[in-house]
């Protein structure tokens, strides 16, 4: 009892509050499933993986993205999600975790601000910077993503350099590694800061090596190691260049292409530009700490497609932003509130208020202005279901758990918890296919809905599988016991007109 009365009481009510956050984000997760506005790429995909490595299968085969859980990224954290499967096999439980995962980070964000400056308010003030950053809000309402890890081991990471915790340090740098392979080029900028910031040289320039090191490794040895096809699996930069290889040394010779891929499309700068906006661009201020961010943006904007989506902040891609934008500002206000104090004629705690008023001011108006998902916790929309999403449910109840099933971008996530899965256009040795005709959003991906019918039709006209389930324009089709197939792993339907 002791121990409780002398816990600090600022601590407990910021935990309160992301409690509460942590459960609107998760309703929202929630409430999205359920409207079918989740997609086999990706929660489809990331579910199927971690419900196998919580039955075992630590090398986990994705029959979606035909590769398995450590060589289509190179992300062993997901490990850790494996035991909420064994609380109740759902895949809500993973959209669940990850808001979490996210919301917690600013916790150590918290601390680490409260012992820098020393002000509750405008700690609480950074916390809630980092929830209503649109790249935040779209990390966990974009389905589910492993980058949903990296917020929390960057907070960890720099409140042990903070606290000087030396096994936090380690633990939240094997974490970044083991999140996501590219997150080894963001620890060499983070080992610059601690060089140049926190004046430890040794270990700066070790994070250093370690940051290249993994990443190079991985893509070059152990990713390819455990591949079924031998390579890394996300070769191919566009205009950049196929390997990473190609992208340095095309950079290294041709300067002036780096930096046109930094600023062009102007998407990019806009990009920047929102990021520094949401933080009243206080982050400028502390140059040392901007350092990781630019290599943040330089890691997306090298890119050059098909995935144009790494190059904004509403998804995923976003996701170690929030925290670097913190941090920074943190970090700003810390370095020039005795001057700005001595200017305005303004106590030292008054400037904190002052500037956490400030802070709050441009985390609404980002907001406000991007149209911040988290807003939909109060759209009576959120919670209705509409006729044709039971017609879906009704027909997914009579697919056999076991059966090998194919099925559209907008069903897969529903059904992916099984050996065998595939996306249309894709079959391969699927039973059943599960067909919705009802227009959504990216409901009919990689195929558009006058394809999907196309499908539809030849599978019926060449008499490969028969409807066996309808309602409204949701079908289950099985397939004929007298088709066999020669080729089930290439096999698809024909989708051209």
Known sequence: MERIRNFPRDIGAVFALLLLVWGIFSIISIQTHNHFQTFGWDLGFFDQIIWKVSRGDLIAYSTIAHENLLADHFQPVLYFLAPLYMIKTDVRMILIGQAFIVVMAALPLYLLTKKTTKSLFFSFSICMSYLLFIGTQWTILNEFHQMAFAPLFLALFFYSLETRRTIMYWVSLGGLIGTKEELGLLVVPLGLVVWLFYKKKRLGLVTMAIGLLSFFTLIYIIMPFFSVRGIYSHNDFGVAGYTVSDVLKKSISDPLFFIRSMIIPEVKLRTV?????????????????????????????????????????????????????????????????????????????????????????????????????????????????????????????????????????????????????????????????????????????????????????????????????????????????DVKETNNELQECKYEI
Request: contains cysteine; aromatic residues 12%.
């Open 273 to 481: 530009i929102s990021s520094l906006f949401s933080y009243g661009f206080l982050p400028l201020f502390s140059p040392i700490h901007m350092i990781p961010i630019i290599g943040h943006f330089a890691s997306r904007f090298i890119y050059a497609g098909p995935q144009f989506t790494k190059w904004v902040n509403v998804n995923h891609h976003a996701a170690p932003l929030g925290i670097l934008l913190s941090i920074a500002s943190v970090y700003s206000i810390s370095k020039y509130s005795d001057l700005i104090s001595r200017r305005i004629k303004l106590g030292r705690k008054n400037v904190f208020v002052l500037f956490g008023v400030y802070v709050i001011f441009f985390a609404l108006a980002q907001d406000v202005y991007f149209r911040g998902p988290i807003h939909s916790i109060a759209k009576m929309q959120l919670y209705e279901n509409q006729s044709w999403m039971s017609d879906i449910e009704e027909v997914l109840k009579k697919i056999p758990h076991d059966a090998p099933v194919s099925s559209q971008n907008n069903l897969v996530p529903h059904i992916s918890q099984r050996d065998n899965i595939s996306l249309l256009p894709e079959i391969r040795n699927a039973s059943y296919i599960a067909i919705d005709m009802h227009e959504s959003p990216n409901a009919f991906s990689p195929l558009t809905k006058n394809q999907m019918k196309v499908c539809f039709e030849d599978l019926l006209l060449n008499k490969k599988f028969s409807v066996i389930v309808q309602k409204g324009e949701a079908y289950l089709l099985k397939r004929n016991e």
